[in-house]
């Protein structure tokens, strides 16, 4: 009984394994296109910056546990996860249309317009994984 439970161990690892490469390569793309340094910013105490990161990471985390559980098989898991990292980036250049100095605000320390970031990369990912689901 206990062996057929873990049958699927295997499978689970490997989505695991890949969901964290594709966790760290949204890392990587996302500090790389924003102007800031988040991870900088965090260990300075700035709030804002944390609240952005984070929720930047839910956004792009909701479309691809999505992914995870509507692919077929692990390349589609890969090329979903691609989509939502290319919805997240977009959403970042979005949020920046109506406060276009706002990297410079979130380096600065203010929450408002870390919060708005976060809540624009959340609403895209919500909508992401939904769109995938169809």
């Known amino acids: 009984m206990v062996l057929q439970s873990l049958s699927g161990l295997p499978a689970f690892l490997i989505y695991l394994v890949v969901a964290l490469v594709l966790v760290g390569t949204y890392l ?3 500090l790389w296109v924003t102007p800031h340094d988040e991870f900088a910013l965090v260990r300075a105490d700035r709030p804002g910056a944390a609240i952005s990161l984070g929720l930047s990471l839910l956004g792009f985390a909701l479309p691809l546990t999505s992914s995870i559980a509507h692919a077929d098989n692990i390349v ?9 990292l290319a919805v997240q980036i977009g959403a970042y250049y979005l949020a920046r249309l109506p406060i276009p100095d706002l ?3 979130i380096a600065n320390g203010e929450v408002a317009p ?8 959340v609403t895209a990912g919500l909508i992401n994984a939904a769109s995938m689901t169809t």
Not at 76 to 84: K, L, P, Q, R, S
Not at 114 to 121: D, K, Q, R, Y
């Open 103 to 105: 990297s410079q605000r």
């Open 28 to 30: 990587y793309f996302y």
């Open 114 to 121: 870390a919060i708005w970031l976060g809540a624009a990369s």
């Open 76 to 84: 589609d898991m890969v090329i979903w996860g691609i989509v939502a």
